[in-house]
């Protein structure tokens, strides 16, 4: 049985700033803030965005988001360019436009906003709007990394896993993994598992590797829970179970996991 040691940069769908809330949103608010915005004040014409995005108090509409996410963005709000960046990298509210999502994206990544760094750097690693550069992916992924974003910090461990965009490192693969998975992201979760599983970046550990694996094997992770199953099988950092081993084997079967499927075939 072979562990699967393959994974794939995370898409992230971009969690927007919020300046408001929904428990601070009523129809009143929307007015006070509606009659701010067609003032010309950045911040609520943002926040008048962020309502539209939301359906905070009023009825969800994208294109109204983009409409008032474009006007506090040229006034240089950088949630707002983030979020218009979002918009146009995911199609909501205006048409799927690569170009302008790293336009938008880069200007409120160099004002510093952290989502906005992670979705650029995203755009570089996939060749969407621009050119394809690893190097710069890691560039802006670590700026986004440094501010706590998760995905970021999963995907620059990836890229030092891989050797892309820099020197391969596996103890830093390690170390953005752990980040990323002690803040509950599985991918990161069974990354940082198959670390201990392989002795990639930090001594071998079994029992460490079933640890963050059932981690990520309850959220739903398939190639961990094809892990973990492995690992209940064999009796590696846990006591040999065959049905518990196939329990976690049909879970990820479950969601089309090949390698799940030979085990249950094989193994009994």
């Keep these: 049985m072979k562990y699967l040691a393959r994974f794939f940069l995370a898409l992230l769908l971009l969690a927007l700033p919020i300046g408001i809330s929904a428990q601070q949103v009523n129809s009143q608010t929307v007015a006070k803030i509606r009659e701010a915005a067609e003032r010309g004040d950045a911040r609520d014409q943002h926040n008048l965005g962020l309502c539209y995005y939301n359906g905070y108090g009023v009825q969800q509409d994208f294109s109204q988001a983009v409409y008032w996410w474009q006007k506090a963005a040229k006034q240089g709000v950088a949630q707002a360019q983030c979020g218009l960046g979002g918009c146009y990298y995911n199609g909501k509210g205006v048409q799927t436009d690569y170009a302008q999502a790293v336009y938008w994206y880069k200007k409120a990544a160099e004002q510093g906003n952290a989502e906005a760094q992670n979705g650029l750097a995203y755009c570089y690693a996939r060749g969407q709007g621009v050119k394809q550069d690893y190097s710069q992916a890691v560039d ?75 981690k990520a094997a309850e959220q739903g992770n398939a190639i961990a829970q094809n892990n973990l199953g492995t690992s209940y099988y064999n009796g590696w950092g846990v006591e040999k179970d065959v049905s518990t081993a196939r329990y976690w084997w049909q879970k990820a079967a479950d969601q089309g996991n090949e390698i799940a499927k030979q085990n249950l075939e094989t193994y009994h």
């Design 140 to 214: 802006w992924w670590r700026k986004a990394a440094e501010q706590n974003v998760v995905n970021a910090q999963y995907n620059l461990g990836l890229c030092y896993a891989n050797g892309q965009g820099i020197k391969q490192d596996q103890s830093q693969a390690v170390y953005w993994y752990r980040k990323a998975a002690e803040q509950g992201l599985a991918h990161a979760q069974c990354g940082l598992g198959l670390s201990y599983y392989n002795g990639q970046g930090i001594q071998q550990d079994f029992s460490q590797a079933v640890y963050w694996f059932r």
